[in-house]
């Protein structure tokens, strides 16, 4: 077993802030989001500087522990790839790349062959990896990213990936129904589920990012 400290850790957070697990946008599969992805965010006046993109690969794009991009997505992910090209775009996995469950990096190096798209390597795994993703993007100024604001996360679970865009300050969106079937997915995805209409039915909302200009 892997076991993810940081989310375990993370999750007594929502006991005081619930709303650090709620995205800002949805979308039902990898397929259904926007081109350009911004839009998902735009509206009511809002204006998204999207310069970077962080994608989760299990249920998100790939089927879980697979490490190519689902069939049925490969034209999203290429359109995706064409608008965030070079190191805009960034794999950030709880599997490949997390050096507790991919230790010798043969994952990450395996899907970066197949998708042309880097992978962090990190030690602590979502949603606390939200410094090595910055030292990354900082480490290609080419990107162009200078505050958190200017990065979107793509994921389908909303206490790693939902949280982590949150707790960074950045744009979240989820990947609502992913690739497996419900029924097939962990207990921590079904009760994900039902806790975001929980939460939505009490009023609590995402709070959007600042940007540097704030």
Known sequence: ?????????????????????????????????????SKAFEGQGKEVDIRAVVLDKDDCFAYPHANEVYP??????QKLQKEYPGHRLLIVSNTAGASTYDPDGRLAKEVEATTGIPVLSHSVKKPGCGADILAHFKAHPEVGVTHPSQIAIVGDRLMTDIMLANKMGSWGLWIKDGVKPLEK??????????????????????????????
Request: aromatic share 10%.
């Open 1 to 37: 077993m892997n076991p993810n400290l940081s989310g375990t850790v993370n999750v007594f957070k929502l006991l005081t802030k619930p709303s650090l697990c709620l995205p800002h946008a949805i979308a039902s599969t990898f397929n259904d989001i926007p081109t350009p992805l």
């Open 72 to 77: 049925a997505y490969l034209e999203r992910f």
């Open 185 to 214: 997915k962990s207990i921590y995805a079904k009760m994900e589920q039902r806790l975001w209409p929980y939460l939505m039915a009490r009023g609590h909302r995402a709070s959007n990012p600042k940007s540097p200009f704030e």
